[in-house]
């Protein structure tokens, strides 16, 4: 028996497109899309990648510096050298193969930016759209691979291990499908949406970490989320909008309620502290103050900068009524990014055979406590790469067949009931927020247990909004577990 495909990849993030491209000629590669392709976390990143390529200026050993400080010194070592001392490779590989136009000074050098909680300019950018740019060169460079496909509007959502591989469970819009393949890697992203307010994508639903949670795969520190102190204020919408990292490294200023700044009331850092503290700062002079209205100024810049620098932020806000070369911007922190995840080796391998993970939804151990801006990008390309290393190998002496029938299609169901996102999210925002509140968190457990108990064992057709609020109750509960845990211990 030869399996439907030698490697399904679930997500068509950055993660998942590398991976793709670096599977040789010889390997069929199916890379599936939730939704459109491009709707991913990795198209959002606005700030930029980062990576030691000016090593005039720059040093790999300051890089690890500046991430385990960030990272409270609780960060994987290996797992970090790894990352900064392979990343510059894979970055320039962007550039000179795949045609990622990185802004350039005049000298028509990389021109890099500085960022918070890093000691160098180090970080590669397209305008505030890297990972826009990044994210369609790769698309396009796996376009044209005749061993890579993509099926898009195809949610993964069972996967069932026999000998040889697994048989993987779909919804499409023409129904549910199942295929067989010699291997998974999940590239699924990030949980945002179990928050009421996010910049992440409406995909961001954590369904690859509670399908690789059901299949016994190890999940660790689910707790670490990060809250980026600069989300676009905005009066209405669950997605929030980004006001890069970038923006504070080019010089904003951050305000409080009276127009004044207030960081160095914190920590000395000022604005460039790490994300974790100016979340904490902001959260804390709202309690000073009584206020929840912050704003960023970069008006001093001039209209020419802005414009040229951060042209999507400019447009984006200039949509919800804010001149950033004439206004203030309002900003409050929101859900950004998750540092734990499904547990990994340095070779993206998980505890369950043939399941591989990659990006924001693996838990590689790089980031620590708190994740440095820009090294998302980084980790994503860098183990990607490495996931395909240890699949390669394994493919050269294990054959892949599997020849059990395929399980049996999911029955009818009820109606999804209304409400438990809203209770999910509600739940999450009271109790694991910024300033997390411990008692909030015990009680909110027992009401996500008590939803999860009711998907799983209530009768619900399988459809994407029941796998959704499934995940969704599944992620709240693993977290909130983690933190009585923690507390507890």
């Not at 409406?202 to 690859?208: L, N, Y």
């Not at 994740?371 to 996931?387: D, G, H, K, M």
């Not at 059990?404 to 739940?427: D, F, K, Q, V």
Request: with cysteine.
């Amino acid at each position: 028996m030869v399996n439907e495909t030698d490697v399904i990849i679930a997500g068509s993030g950055v993660a998942g497109l590398y991976a793709a491209l670096n599977f040789a000629p010889d390997v069929r590669v199916l890379v599936l899309s939730k939704r459109e392709l491009t709707l991913c976390n990795s198209f959002l990143a606005q700030g930029g990648v980062a990576a030691v390529v000016d090593k005039e200026n720059d040093d790999y050993r300051l890089h690890i510096a500046d991430t385990l400080i960030a990272g409270g010194y609780k960060n994987d070592l290996r797992s970090l050298e790894i990352l900064v001392n392979e990343g510059p490779e894979d970055v320039l590989r962007l550039y000179k193969e795949m045609g990622v136009d990185f802004d350039r000074d005049e000298d028509k050098h990389i021109s890099m930016t500085l960022e918070g909680g890093h000691s160098r300019r180090r970080i590669l950018h397209h305008k505030d759209s890297t990972g826009r740019e990044i994210t369609e060169k790769l698309l396009a460079a796996a376009r044209r691979k005749p061993n890579i496909t993509f099926l898009e509007n195809a949610q993964l959502v069972s996967l069932t291990p026999e000998e040889g591989g697994y048989w993987a469970g779909l919804l499409t819009p023409g129904g549910y499908r199942a295929m067989t393949c010699s291997y998974c890697i999940l590239c699924t992203g990030g949980i945002g949406r179990v928050y009421p307010y996010t910049t992440n994508s409406a995909i961001a639903t954590g369904d690859g970490i509670t399908l690789a949670h059901e299949l016994g795969a190890r999940i660790k520190n689910l707790r670490l989320v990060q809250f980026h102190p600069t989300a676009f204020a905005a009066a209405e919408g669950r997605e929030r909008f980004l006001i890069s990292e970038a923006v504070r490294g080019e010089g904003a200023l951050l305000l409080n309620c009276d127009r004044k700044r207030f960081m160095d009331r914190y920590d000395e850092r000022g604005e460039l502290a790490p994300r974790d503290v100016v979340s904490r700062s902001i959260m804390q002079e709202a309690r000073r103050t009584g206020s929840e209205k912050f704003y960023l100024d970069i008006r001093f810049r001039g209209p020419e900068f802005i414009q040229n620098r951060f042209p999507m932020i400019y447009s984006r806000c200039l949509e919800e009524g804010v001149d950033i070369t004439a206004d203030l911007i309002p900003v409050f922190p929101c859900q950004h990014y998750l540092m734990g995840g499904i547990d990994v080796s340095v070779y993206g391998d998980t505890t369950v055979d043939r399941l591989y993970a990659a990006g924001e939804c693996s838990h590689t151990g790089v980031h620590g406590l708190n994740r440095l801006a820009s090294n998302s990008l980084l980790e994503a390309l860098v183990f990607a790469r490495r996931t395909t290393y240890d699949i390669s190998r394994r493919m050269r002496h294990e054959g892949s067949g599997v020849t059990a029938p395929p399980p049996p299609p999911p029955a009818g169901g009820r109606e999804l009931a209304t409400g438990y996102r809203t209770a999910i999210r509600g739940i999450m925002q009271r109790a694991w927020f910024v300033l997390p509140d411990y008692g909030a968190a015990r009680e909110g457990l027992k009401q996500a247990e008590a939803i999860l108990q009711d998907l799983r064992q209530g009768g619900y057709a399988l459809t994407p909004d029941y796998v959704e609020a499934k995940s969704l109750a599944t992620i709240c509960t693993l977290i909130l577990r983690e933190v009585m845990a923690e507390q507890a211990g």
